[in-house]
């Protein structure tokens, strides 16, 4: 179907006094109908590539990390301090002392109320609740840095196939969390 502008009328649209529609009213009409259905072809025909770029973009906003450089190193060092003598070259720790390592260094104690993560949903979380979530959901003895970092992503675990985006927030103060950035 071809684009045609819409039939005008500038007249009354009754013709006798049953109240009958005359042929330019019944046009119009028609029109109307057939212009509604060519817009829901037209959102039906989105191309393929085009809806896959669009989930593309959607999956790689849930894969990225905001978070301050300075809590990242402490993070990063409390990692590393959890590394078993002997075996500083594996690249995981025991996943219940890092979390106990991280709640228990002075710098980390003054901050377990920071957001350090906001949801695909908008939901804040702190440092406290995400800890807690890595000890309930991650089930495995050992845990990767990488693996670690990923549950402070908007999704809040990285899917295998996955690679963390990290982005360091310059903006954000002493404790490194979202709620420090204006």
């Not at 109320?113 to 804040?124: F, H, I, M």
């Not at 890595?134 to 999704?155: A, D």
Request: aromatic content about 6%; proline content about 4%.
């Amino acid at each position: 179907m071809e684009d045609q502008p819409a039939p005008e009328f500038d007249f009354d649209t009754t013709t006798k006094p049953e109240g009958t529609q005359n042929a330019k009213v019944n046009q119009k009409l028609q029109w109307e109908k057939e212009e509604k259905i060519r817009e829901k072809e037209s959102q039906l025909l989105k191309s393929l590539p085009t809806l896959e770029k669009d989930a593309q973009e959607v999956l790689q906003q849930e894969q990225i990390v905001i978070i301050g450089k300075e809590m990242l190193d402490k993070l990063n060092e409390v990692f590393e301090s959890c590394k078993e003598r002997g075996k500083e070259e594996l690249p995981d720790v025991e996943t219940p002392e890092l979390i106990a390592s991280i709640a228990e260094d002075p710098y980390f104690e003054k901050c377990m109320a920071t957001v350090v993560r906001e949801t695909v949903d908008g939901v804040k979380e702190s440092l406290e609740d995400l800890l807690h979530r890595v000890l309930k959901t991650y089930k495995q003895p050992t845990i990767e840095w990488s693996t670690f970092l990923g549950f402070f992503t908007k999704r809040g675990r990285l899917r295998e196939s996955e690679k963390l985006n990290l982005q360091l927030n310059k903006r954000a103060g002493n404790m490194g969390g979202l709620d420090d950035v204006s």
